[in-house]
């Protein structure tokens, strides 16, 4: 007889109930808390010169990864042929 896996979760992990209404299982308003916490430090980052650098090398790369996606949507799939 087979057995089956439970997938543990952050939520477990944590010692909390899983929310069904997000991905990780953790409850949104415990999210929420977290988001709070760090969200300062994040825009503090990005408004130094080295955390503009790292925003703009992103930019970039998300741009190259939209012309590539959008070259290959025009010509179609690519099938190598033997």
Do not use: Y
């Amino acid at each position: 007889m087979a057995t089956t896996r439970k997938t543990i979760t952050e939520a477990d992990l944590m010692g909390l109930p899983p929310d069904p209404n997000t991905e990780c299982g953790i409850p949104e308003h415990v999210l929420e808390s977290i988001a709070r916490m760090v969200l300062p430090d994040i825009i503090a980052f990005f408004e130094t010169e080295e955390g503009q650098k790292e925003f703009e090398e992103w930019r970039q790369a998300q741009e190259l990864l939209k012309q590539q996606d959008e070259e290959q949507s025009e010509c179609g799939p690519v099938i190598e042929q033997m």
